[in-house]
C-alpha cells in the first residue's frame, strides 16, 4: 500500500451525510465482514466526545480498546486515517515523539479512517483494531467502498 493509493481512498470515500443510523449500518457491516473472517476485533465509531457505535467481537482483548481509542484519537486529530500518517511519518523517518504526540494517547498504525462529509469535513472516525495494520485498514475501506458504492482501486 503506498501514499498515492491512501490520498485515493480518503478523496473518494466521503458520505453525503453521516448520522446514528449511518454510524450503526456501517459498524453492524463491519461487525459481520469480521463475524464472516472470525476475527478477533473491536469495531468503533466515535466522534470526538461521543461513541456511536462499539463492538467487541470473540477474541478480540481489553488492548484492541486501548489500540482503537489511540488510533482513532490520532484520525480525529489529524484528519487523516491512521494508516496514512504513519506511512507518511515513516517516510520521512520521523515518530509520533518527533511531533510532539504522546504514544500514550495516539497511534499511528492502520486500522483508523476518517468519515468525511461533503462540505463539512472530518466528524468522526471509524476504527477497527485486533489485526494486522493493513487488515485493519483494509476491512474499513472495503465496507465504506460497498457501502458508499464506489471502487477505491
Keep these: 500500500m503506498d501514499l498515492d493509493l491512501l490520498n ?33 476485533v473491536v469495531v468503533n465509531i466515535r466522534t470526538s466526545d461521543r461513541t456511536l457505535f462499539h463492538a467487541a467481537l470473540a477474541g478480540a482483548v481489553p488492548a484492541n480498546d486501548s489500540w482503537a481509542r489511540r488510533k482513532s484519537n490520532l484520525t480525529l486529530r489529524e484528519h487523516q486515517s491512521s494508516m496514512k500518517f504513519g506511512m507518511a511519518l515513516k517516510a520521512k523517518g520521523k515518530t509520533l515523539a518527533d511531533h510532539g504526540i ?19 469535513g472530518v466528524i ?5 483494531s485486533g489485526l494486522a495494520s493493513a487488515e485493519d485498514h ?16
Design 8 to 40: 485515493h481512498q480518503e478523496h473518494i470515500l466521503v458520505f453525503d451525510r453521516f448520522d446514528e443510523d449511518t454510524a450503526w449500518e456501517i459498524g453492524s457491516a463491519l461487525v459481520a465482514v469480521a463475524r464472516g473472517q472470525k476475527a478477533p
Design 102 to 120: 504522546d504514544f500514550a494517547d495516539y497511534a499511528d498504525h492502520g486500522g483508523s479512517f476518517p468519515v468525511r462529509v461533503k462540505g463539512v
Design 124 to 128: 468522526a472516525a471509524i476504527t477497527v
Design 138 to 153: 483494509a476491512m474499513i475501506v472495503g465496507v465504506l467502498a460497498d457501502w458508499l458504492k464506489v471502487d477505491v482501486i
